[in-house]
């Protein structure tokens, strides 16, 4: 089976497990490809023939690692060995059908915002007391099985469209996705003098600048 192949399944529940079949090759790899430099270091002295399949191995490991690297990104899941990020879902938006819409004003008056600031104990004290609770904790239990839509996969990894947080720059978001960039996490290395030769001034790119800033304090959350 190739590797473009396993994500040719239809559920959302399967690429999530494929995702992660993927990252834990990736790490294991990486820690082989470790323990080889290490083996090797390890050797006073080593034979031509030794130091060749050495080299061979882990020129496949670091060549299959890139090529595991090349299909998660390009399904937009993040991998970084150092650090990554998620980014925060709002309870009313995970919950947004209309019938938990006694559950996302409970929960709001509880100053519970986001879905990381949930957990199955404060669902459970509102049950018997708000509506379709037990449909709140089963479709809450299925997200923390990593079991959840797509869309909602997205936000959690790339955060909000652009095109919603820069709603008043129209111009500002053209030129973004004339380079492709349509999520907030695509700007997290963005050359904001760069918009100098398209014109906008230097109070301009400084709220861009900042709005960004401001929207990583706020919804973004180191894994």
Same mark, same amino acid.
């Given at each position: 089976? $190739?590797?473009?192949?396993?994500?040719?399944? @239809?559920?959302?529940?399967?690429?999530?497990?494929?995702?992660?079949?993927?990252?834990?090759?990736?790490?294991?790899?990486?820690?082989?490809?470790?323990?080889?430099?290490?083996?090797?270091?390890?050797?006073?002295?080593? +034979?031509? &023939?030794?130091?060749?399949?050495?080299?061979? @191995?882990?020129?496949?490991?670091?060549?299959?690692?890139?090529?595991?690297?090349?299909?998660?990104?390009?399904?937009?899941?993040?991998?970084? +060995?150092?650090?990554?990020? +998620?980014?925060?879902?709002?309870?009313?938006?995970?919950?947004?059908?209309?019938?938990?819409?006694?559950?996302?004003? +409970?929960?709001?008056?509880? @100053?519970?915002?986001?879905?990381?600031?949930?957990?199955?104990?404060?669902?459970?004290?509102?049950?018997?007391?708000?509506?379709?609770?037990?449909?709140?904790?089963? &479709?809450? $239990?299925?997200?923390?099985?990593?079991?959840?839509?797509?869309?909602?996969?997205?936000?959690?990894?790339?955060?909000?469209?652009?095109?919603?947080?820069?709603?008043?720059? &129209?111009?500002?978001? @053209?030129?973004? $996705?004339?380079?492709?960039?349509?999520?907030?996490?695509?700007?997290?290395?963005?050359?904001?003098?760069?918009?100098?030769?398209?014109?906008?001034?230097?109070?301009?790119?400084?709220?861009?600048?900042?709005?960004?800033?401001?929207?990583?304090?706020?919804?973004?959350?180191?894994?």
């Amino acid at each position: 089976m $190739g590797l473009l192949s396993i994500f040719k399944k @239809n559920s959302d529940e399967d690429y999530l497990n494929k995702i992660s079949q993927l990252e834990e090759i990736i790490k294991s790899k990486e820690k082989e490809i470790a323990n080889l430099v290490n083996e090797v270091e390890s050797f006073n002295k080593f +034979t031509p &023939r030794q130091l060749e399949v050495f080299e061979k @191995n882990l020129k496949e490991n670091r060549e299959e690692i890139q090529k595991l690297k090349k299909y998660l990104n390009a399904y937009c899941i993040p991998y970084n +060995t150092k650090e990554k990020y +998620t980014y925060k879902i709002e309870v009313e938006r995970f919950f947004s059908s209309s019938r938990f819409q006694e559950l996302n004003r +409970t929960l709001e008056e509880n @100053n519970i915002l986001y879905l990381q600031d949930l957990n199955l104990d404060i669902l459970e004290k509102f049950s018997g007391k708000v509506k379709n609770i037990d449909d709140a904790k089963k &479709r809450y $239990g299925e997200f923390l099985n990593k079991k959840m839509s797509w869309d909602i996969v997205t936000q959690l990894n790339k955060g909000e469209r652009i095109s919603k947080i820069y709603s008043k720059s &129209r111009k500002f978001i @053209n030129i973004l $996705g004339d380079e492709y960039l349509e999520f907030m996490d695509d700007i997290k290395n963005y050359d904001f003098d760069s918009l100098f030769e398209y014109g906008f001034t230097e109070e301009q790119i400084k709220e861009f600048r900042e709005k960004r800033d401001e929207y990583y304090l706020e919804k973004r959350v180191v894994k």
